[in-house]
């Protein structure tokens, strides 16, 4: 199995990407690490925390990240209107007995890429912050790190918290530009293809009715993210954003990717976003879009088959 990374800002759409992936025979998830994003970072630990100890899995450490953006400046959003107060539906969870250990996000992923070089991925499922520090902080970790999955961007497509950004991208742009910069393996799932993936309000029904733990859980936390989709957008379903990024991890197959470089755009009503650059005969001059380092967009999704996989896994016991 393919170790996996996960660094999340739990989060009710983390929170199913977290079961979903310890519920996949294709990766063993080696650590959680934790990120501001839908909630602040040291709820994130906390609730990171508790989903292992839902799972049945405190064997799985815990390293917290970043409470401030990489370059310490940006006012951090908070997205506790889509996925409640406690970033978990508002559900009144008890606190979790376990805590996280001594290593910083960054510092564990340093380690974990130095002790299996390669081998590990690291799916992010919130901003960028921790994968930038690790950048940063260690020169070989792009090339150690076996690959990065990240869910962010909106390629062509509106964002979701304006026009112009994805809300993980938005959360810290300067880390998100180091990040597709590094020349690490990265692979992005953005907007374009997960507001294809949409969990309807029949297949919670489903998870309520599966005696499964994991559906049981989740179909009590969603209720406070499908008013969210009902109020935003209209909707009767819910998008599967950080789902779809596990699965990227696990079979590409399910997805088509576009090779180019991605930059951020860090200023001005913009910041936040991605722009995608794959023409093959590169204009020389413009060498801040040409002498970088490639990245893999998912363009395309097999979101039926997602949906499906989604489902299927965590309504096992
Ligand atoms: C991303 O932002 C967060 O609200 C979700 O958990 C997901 O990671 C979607 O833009
Ligand atoms: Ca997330």
């Known amino acids: 199995a393919r170790k996996i990374i996960i660094d999340t800002d739990p989060g009710i759409d983390d929170a199913m990407a977290i079961f979903l992936a310890l519920q996949s025979p294709e990766v063993e998830v080696i650590g959680l690490t934790t990120i501001y994003g839908n909630v602040y970072t040291s709820l994130a630990t906390r ?12 064997d799985i450490p815990v390293a917290e990240g970043s409470h401030v953006t990489i370059t310490k400046g940006t006012k951090l959003r908070i997205a506790s209107f889509v996925h409640g107060a406690d970033g978990l539906g508002n559900q009144n969870f008890l606190p979790p007995s376990g805590k996280p250990i001594e290593l910083s996000a960054a510092a564990f992923m340093i380690e974990q890429a130095n002790q299996y070089p390669g081998e590990v991925t690291v799916v992010a499922l919130g901003p960028l912050t921790n ?3 690790a950048i940063e902080e260690d020169p070989a970790f792009a090339e150690k790190i076996g690959q990065i ?3 962010g961007g909106a390629f062509l497509v509106n964002g979701n918290v304006n026009p112009a950004a994805e809300a993980n991208i938005f959360g810290d742009p300067e880390a998100a530009d180091i990040v597709f910069t590094s020349g690490a393996d990265v692979v992005a799932v953005g907007l374009n293809v997960t507001h294809q993936v949409v ?5 919670r029904a489903k998870l309520e009715q599966s005696n499964g733990k994991f559906a049981q859980y989740l179909s009590k936390i969603l209720d406070v993210y499908f008013a969210y989709h009902q109020e935003s957008y209209l909707m009767k379903g819910v998008y599967l954003h950080d789902p779809t990024a596990i699965l990227a991890a696990i079979d590409p197959s399910l997805m088509t990717f576009m090779e ?16 995608l650059y794959n023409r093959q005969k590169r204009f020389g001059e413009y060498t801040e879009w040409t002498d970088k380092p490639t990245s893999k967009v998912a363009v395309t999704v097999d979101a039926p088959a997602v949906v499906k996989l989604v ?3 965590l309504m096992e016991s």
């Open 131 to 133: 994968v930038a520090l």
């Open 199 to 203: 969990l309807t309000e029949l297949d």
């Open 260 to 275: 180019g470089v991605v930059r951020v755009q860090t200023s001005g009503i913009t910041r936040g976003l991605t722009i």
């Open 311 to 313: 489902m299927d896994r």
């Open 149 to 151: 999955v990240l869910l």
């Open 47 to 58: 609730n990171a925390l508790h989903l292992l100890e839902v799972a049945g899995r405190t």
